[in-house]
T-cell receptor
Framework: GENVEQHPSTLSVQEGDSAVIKCTYSDSASNYFPWYKQELGKRPQLIIDIRSNVGEKKDQRIAVTLNKTAKHFSLHITETQPEDSAVYFCAASKGNAGKSTFGDGTTLTVKP | NAGVTQTPKFRVLKTGQSMTLLCAQDMNHEYMYWYRQDPGMGLRLIHYSVGEGTTAKGEVPDGYNVSRLKKQNFLLGLESAAPSQTSVYFC????????????FGPGTRLTVL
């Protein structure tokens, strides 16, 4: 089955700096790669996603890049703010198969 | 729309007791999932369903059973709770086709003593 590895497990940055979280996947048939943000005590919520026919997608301060050949994708957050502090999860899934495999999460702390 | 809701929010069980967690969604989604979340281990899939009347095993199905009698509901059962099942349980749902964005419920915090 699919295996998703996520690094780093914890990340601390100063407000205004950039943060990068990386994930690798094992199943070359995976074609949908979402990123979820989970604030303390809350449910995970989708913040950005990318499909395998796209190399990069951007939404304001967040962007995701995908390298299908190397089977890795990354989340980039620029101009970080304290409210970006949360746990971020990457995931991989195959089209209409429904279920996703999640990474173990990255705890991001943005210091004011 | 309420989205995805879960009942109960908290529960404390003794070892060997049984209970059922209820998940409901009002988005007419075909797919529903049950995850457990333990510290440092992300979200692990317990069971999932691709439609009414169907269920399938995920990564960590042992000790759990599920039922999807109605499209909008997905039940997770613990027949004989064990301390290892202490966790936060999340239900999620997603639609067929398009992307596989999953919408999560608020979670159920379960403690087994």
């Amino acid at each position: 089955g699919e295996n998703v590895e996520q690094h780093p497990s914890t990340l601390s940055v100063q407000e205004g700096d950039s943060a990068v979280i990386k994930c690798t996947y094992s199943d070359s048939a995976s074609n949908y790669f979402p990123w979820y943000k989970q604030e303390l005590g809350k449910r995970p919520q989708l913040i950005i996603d990318i499909r395998s026919n796209v190399g990069e997608k951007k939404d304001q301060r967040i962007a995701v890049t995908l390298n299908k050949t190397a089977k890795h994708f990354s989340l980039h957050i620029t101009e970080t703010q304290p409210e970006d502090s949360a746990v971020y999860f990457c995931a991989a899934s195959k089209g209409n198969a429904g279920k996703s495999t999640f990474g173990d999460g990255t705890t991001l702390t943005v210091k004011p | 729309n309420a989205g995805v809701t879960q009942t109960p929010k908290f529960r404390v069980l003794k070892t060997g007791q049984s209970m059922t967690l209820l998940c409901a969604q009002d988005m007419n989604h075909e797919y529903m999932y049950w995850y457990r979340q333990d510290p440092g281990m992300g979200l692990r899939l317990i069971h999932y369903s691709v439609g009414e009347g169907t269920t399938a095993k995920g990564e960590v199905p042992d000790g759990y059973n599920v039922s999807r009698l109605k499209k909008q509901n997905f039940l997770l059962g613990l027949e004989s709770a064990a301390p290892s099942q202490t966790s936060v349980y999340f239900c999620a749902s997603s639609s067929v086709g398009g992307n596989n964005e999953q919408f999560f419920g608020p979670g159920t915090r379960l403690t087994v003593l």
